[in-house]
């Protein structure tokens, strides 16, 4: 019973069960926004002309932007490394692909991008976990420096 009860209420939302399904997360989101990111750095010779522009400032440097958000983003995502700093351009450009490059398309056409955008609205919340770079570096950081 005591199981169940602590699998429903837990009392410690940043133990080590919570760590551990946050770096799951981390892992499965961070890779398949990887994906197209890779993608598109594979197709960017093709892709550079008519990707779109929804910031004005020209289709192979947007490309350039999203593949930033989609690759060294996800990365840093992953191994949560600047964990909240490298999630805004990973949720601006969901954010952009979602109300800007689909705004008029069916929500069908657009559901992958919102999906996208709310876990990682959720994630950027949530924060990385214990397992995360940044929780090792904070803990290095706080750490008494010891006197020789």
């Not at 289709?59 to 989609?70: N, P």
């Not at 990365?75 to 351009?89: K, N």
């Not at 969901?94 to 999906?115: Q, S, Y």
């Not at 876990?119 to 570096?137: C, E, N, R, W």
Request: positive net charge.
């Amino acid at each position: 019973m005591s199981a169940i009860y602590r699998f429903l209420f837990p009392s410690k939302p940043d133990g080590t069960g919570m760590s551990l399904f946050l770096l799951a997360l981390r892992i499965l989101f961070g890779v398949l926004l990887m994906s197209h990111g890779v993608q598109k750095w594979a197709n960017f010779n093709s892709m550079a002309d008519v990707f779109p522009d929804p910031l004005g400032i020209g289709s192979q440097l947007s490309l350039i932007l999203a593949i930033f958000g989609e690759m060294v983003c996800s990365m840093a995502f992953i191994f949560g490394f600047l964990y909240r700093l490298a999630m805004i351009p990973m949720i601006f450009t969901m954010g952009m692909a979602f109300f800007v490059i689909h705004g008029n398309d069916p929500f069908a056409v657009k559901e992958l991008a919102f999906i996208y955008l709310v876990v990682f609205v959720l994630m950027y919340i949530a924060g990385p976990g214990k397992y995360s770079l940044d929780h090792f570096i904070a803990k290095a950081i706080a750490a008494p420096k010891k006197k020789a």
